[in-house]
């Protein structure tokens, strides 16, 4: 059983920044890769970024790419979600899971996944 624990969201202004954090625990993370998706109020949960198990690869979506930054700490079981240059539009709830496949954006297939922290920009 693995449990993932978001933390870092908050209240920031347009152009401000946040560092999410998500902490597993149950299960090392080094073999998996895991992403970060986000989900804003009356829409659907989106894809934002992931990362391989090693940290060496990453992609992003397109809305945030330049801006945002994922990374990993496996010596700590922690990923990270470096959010520069915030928009209201980032304004969401931020979930990190894990996933067996490196390159799925699909929902699908991450199996375990966070409680989410919230993140509001103000313009």
């Known amino acids: 059983q693995v449990q993932l624990v978001e933390s870092g969201g908050g209240l920031v202004q347009a152009g401000g920044s946040l560092r999410l954090s998500c902490a597993a625990s149950?299960?090392?993370?080094?073999?998996?890769?895991m992403g970060w998706f986000r989900q804003a109020p009356g829409k659907e949960r989106e894809f934002v970024a992931a990362?391989?198990?090693?940290?060496?690869?990453?992609y992003y979506a397109d809305s945030v790419k330049g801006r945002f930054t994922i990374s990993r700490a496996n010596a700590r079981n922690t990923v990270y979600l470096q959010m520069n240059s915030l928009k209201p539009e980032d304004t969401a709830v931020y979930y990190c899971a894990r996933t067996l496949r490196f390159g799925e954006r699909s929902q699908s297939s991450y199996d375990y996944w966070g409680q989410g922290t919230q993140v509001t920009v103000s313009s």
């Open positions: 990362i391989s198990g090693t940290g060496g690869a990453r």
């Open positions: 149950g299960r090392t993370l080094s073999s998996y890769a």
